[in-house]
């Protein structure tokens, strides 16, 4: 297939055409794209402060709210972005600024399927000659390419849960190995001390033999033959014993250390692929981020403040429970279901929640009905989940924001 090369503009064209908008100006669809795509984390953070914002303590999302609530009219917030992205796209500006339509559209195909279109964004945003029609088919590329994102994200986030569960078990098994591991060695140190005593045996009964040999030589009239030769022949016996023990646990503790090896060589393994999936899961948590970038329009704006409770799930995953609902705005609380010492605790955590998760496979049915009981007499939202995997909450949080707000979910009457 032919690579289709795009020409900057001529110097005919560039000669006072461009004719570029304000930030406060834009089309309200292009806001969120623009400041979520056009500008970096650190970059939104250092134009801020320098408008007076106290940004130590704001999150990402919270930081591009900020930008969100400011960008809509002039102000000094805005003039600041406004200045500031001019500058960072100048060369872009230069060249994309005064081609016509049916150029910058050839353009923008390029450019999206290499993946680089954060310049071209700002550029259809603040061109004020790009028509509707232009307009929308750019503004369609990046929001479905958004929902590919998320379905990517989910789609990963699948995996991992897979792998994390196979990581779960492989700790389980290396934590057996490592105790075999250690009963092993224990035993083979035995061996070994037995091994020493009988070797020190062995040349203690040879030392004997040898001295009866000589005592038989020398002294044979005085001693009885007889009695000599069946002393030895005793002696020889148990020093053939001897031997064939020496040998059975010479063979023992070379077949210990042969299976020493080998866990050795096996928690090896599990050691690695336990590096690889927490690096994995890392990776897959900051890959969600991407979508806490919202507006007012955005699917998932309601979710900002909202205090989310989960109920029971995998205790070890606690941390990124708390990291995909906070990244995304809300407000994290949890239990871990366990009703031993009576529900007044749960009570006052679901009567400050707006909404209530409820993974059924890790809590029990007394559990799940009690949660959803206390939900219906609060008239809180709930959702029973049926795995407490990171996939299963993150796939909630996204579909249940979906619906205008988490606040719109129902409650099962069924576990």
Not at 67 to 79: D, L, Q, T, W, Y
Not at 135 to 152: A, E, Q, R, T
Not at 153 to 168: D, G, K, L, P, V
Not at 376 to 389: C, E, G, T, V, Y
Request: with cysteine; glycine share 4%.
């Amino acid at each position: 297939m032919q690579e289709t090369r795009l020409q900057p503009a001529d110097k005919s064209e560039a000669n006072g055409c461009i004719d570029i908008k304000p930030i406060w100006r834009i089309d309200s669809h292009f806001r969120c794209p623009v400041i979520g795509l056009c500008l970096s984390l650190q970059e939104l953070k250092r134009i801020l402060k320098k408008t007076g914002v106290r940004v130590k303590h704001l999150k990402p999302f919270q930081l591009h709210t900020t930008a969100m609530e400011n960008v809509g009219n002039e102000n000094k917030i805005s003039r600041k972005l406004d200045i500031y992205l001019k500058r960072k796209f100048k060369r872009e500006l230069s060249e994309f600024g005064c081609i016509d339509e049916s150029r910058f559209k050839a353009a923008w195909k390029v450019h999206l399927q290499k993946g680089e279109i954060t310049p071209l964004v700002w550029i259809a945003a603040v061109r004020s000659d790009l028509s509707n029609a232009c307009l929308m088919h750019i503004f369609g590329d990046i929001h479905m390419l958004s929902y590919k994102n998320v379905c990517d994200a989910c789609a990963q986030n699948q995996r991992f849960a897979r792998q994390q569960e196979m990581n779960r078990r492989l700790s389980e098994k290396m934590k057996t190995v490592k105790a075999l591991f250690r009963k092993l060695k224990k035993e083979r140190d035995i061996l070994k001390s037995n091994l020493n005593k009988l070797q020190l045996t062995h040349e203690t009964l040879k030392k004997e033999k040898e001295k009866a040999d000589k005592g038989l030589t020398i002294s044979g009239r005085s001693v009885p033959v007889d009695e000599l030769r069946a002393e030895n022949s005793q002696l020889q016996a148990i020093v053939r014993e001897d031997e064939r023990a020496i040998l059975r646990y010479k063979l023992k503790i070379k077949s210990l250390e042969d299976q020493n090896k080998k866990l050795r060589s096996h928690l090896h393994r599990q050691e690695g692929l336990t590096s690889h999936l927490r690096e994995e899961m890392n990776k897959t948590i900051n890959q969600l981020s991407f979508l806490n970038q919202c507006n007012e329009r955005c699917p998932a704006f309601d979710l900002c403040a909202k205090r989310v409770l989960i109920v029971g799930g995998i205790t070890k995953l606690q941390a990124y429970y708390r990291k995909l609902v906070e990244e995304k705005g809300g407000v994290f609380e949890y239990h871990d279901g366990y009703m031993n010492g009576g529900k007044r605790g749960l009570e006052r955590q679901v009567k400050r929640s707006d909404v209530v998760l409820c993974p059924v496979n890790c809590n029990s049915h007394t559990a799940c009905l009690s949660v959803k009981k206390l939900c219906q007499k609060h008239r809180k939202p709930i959702q029973m989940l049926s795995s407490a995997s990171l996939s299963a909450i993150s796939k909630a949080l996204f579909e249940n924001a979906g619906t205008n707000s988490l606040l719109t979910m129902q409650v099962n009457n069924e576990l």
